[in-house]
T-cell receptor, first 116, second 112 residues
Framework: EAEVAQSPRYKITEKSQAVAFWCDPISGHATLYWYRQILGQGPELLVQFQDESVVDDSQLPKDRFSAERLKGVDSTLKIQPAELGDSAMYLC??????????????FGPGTRLTVT | AQRVTQPEKLLSVFKGAPVELKCNYSYSGSPELFWYVQYSRQRLQLLLRHISRESIKGFTADLNKGETSFHLKKPFAQEEDSAMYYCALSNCHSNSGYALNFGKGTSLLVTP
């Protein structure tokens, strides 16, 4: 069964360093999401792509975060410079077009970031 | 602004007992509501959608617009139901998908 892939699974970085996360969605899924999940909270949307275009990045801290999906397939989320408050689980999800009756987001295993 | 509230951080029940995980939402339009579940060491996955009115693994959830609630219920809890449960709301109706607004989650522990 196809799954969303993410790497790395764990990342430890020092404050002010740059860090990047990679996501490969399920083949054929045009929509890709990046969420951030702080410990004890639910996931919060950072950015949503439809193919290679950004649909919603209103919650992305653009002074330090960037996201791209150049060929409309895999995606990279970057943080530069990292801050202590960025320590969290970063989740990638993908979905295919459909109605709400069939809609489902498929999540990857996440990347756990620790900023020291 | 849309908001999802799950008032219980932890819910502990005995095996065979009924379980209800509460979810309240605030949204002025017509919401689309979902329950997602994360079992230990597994990925977050869809449990059920309100629009499908389905029963998955014995769980059901009814949308109550008057009370703005979407509580998740199961008449007889099983140990394998122990997991983290997230209520989620979407307001985006388009072919480009439905971004989800999640609650903080409720950890369900079913003890023998």
């Amino acid at each position: 069964e196809a799954e969303v892939a993410q790497s790395p699974r764990y990342k430890i970085t020092e404050k002010s360093q740059a860090v990047a996360f990679w996501c490969d969605p399920i083949s054929g899924h045009a929509t890709l999401y990046w969420y951030r999940q702080i410990l004890g909270q639910g996931p919060e949307l950072l950015v949503q792509f439809q193919d290679e275009s950004v649909v919603d990045d209103s919650q992305l801290p653009k002074d330090r975060f960037s996201a791209e999906r150049l060929k409309g397939v895999d995606s990279t989320l970057k943080i530069q410079p990292a801050e202590l408050g960025d320590s969290a689980m970063y989740l990638c999800a993908s979905s295919r077009p459909g109605t709400t009756a069939t809609y489902e987001q498929y999540f990857g295993p996440g990347t756990r970031l620790t900023v020291t | 602004a849309q908001r999802v509230t799950q008032p219980e951080k932890l819910l502990s029940v005995f095996k065979g007992a009924p379980v209800e995980l509460k979810c309240n939402y605030s949204y002025s339009g017509s919401p689309e509501l979902f329950w997602y579940v994360q079992y230990s060491r597994q990925r977050l996955q869809l449990l059920l959608r309100h629009i499908s009115r389905e029963s998955i693994k014995g769980f059901t959830a009814d949308l109550n617009k008057g009370e703005t609630s979407f509580h998740l219920k199961k008449p007889f809890a099983q140990e394998e139901d122990s997991a983290m449960y997230y209520c989620a709301l979407s307001n985006c109706h388009s072919n480009s998908g439905y971004a989800l607004n999640f609650g903080k989650g409720t950890s369900l522990l079913v003890t023998p």
